[in-house]
């Protein structure tokens, strides 16, 4: 099953900062995820600027049990970059 998660970081004055210094260990999770066939496609979402203010990804996984399990290990969750999560049933359009 997919998931379409829209993730926001914090508005502090920290928050850019906060995500930059988890960034690496973030990616590093994703890349496992890719492997595994969990991540299909994602990145970051911008502000009028450019800069980096959440996250958008489309997840496989069999349940949405098993993403709330798997999010507890996100780094952008346990280190408190995202501050509002937004997941919903997803299917991803499979054009030829």
Excluded: C
């Amino acid at each position: 099953m997919q998931f379409l998660l829209i993730a926001y970081d914090g508005t502090d004055t920290g928050a850019f900062e906060r995500r930059m210094r988890v960034r690496p260990e973030h990616l590093d999770k994703i890349a496992v995820l890719k492997k595994k066939g969990e991540f299909l496609l994602g990145g970051a979402i911008l502000d009028d600027k450019g800069q980096m203010i959440g996250s958008m990804i489309v997840y496989e996984f069999p349940d949405r049990a098993s993403l709330d399990r798997r999010l507890k290990e996100e780094p952008y969750v346990t280190n408190g970059v995202w501050q509002k999560i937004e997941i919903m049933p997803y299917r991803l359009a499979k054009i030829e």
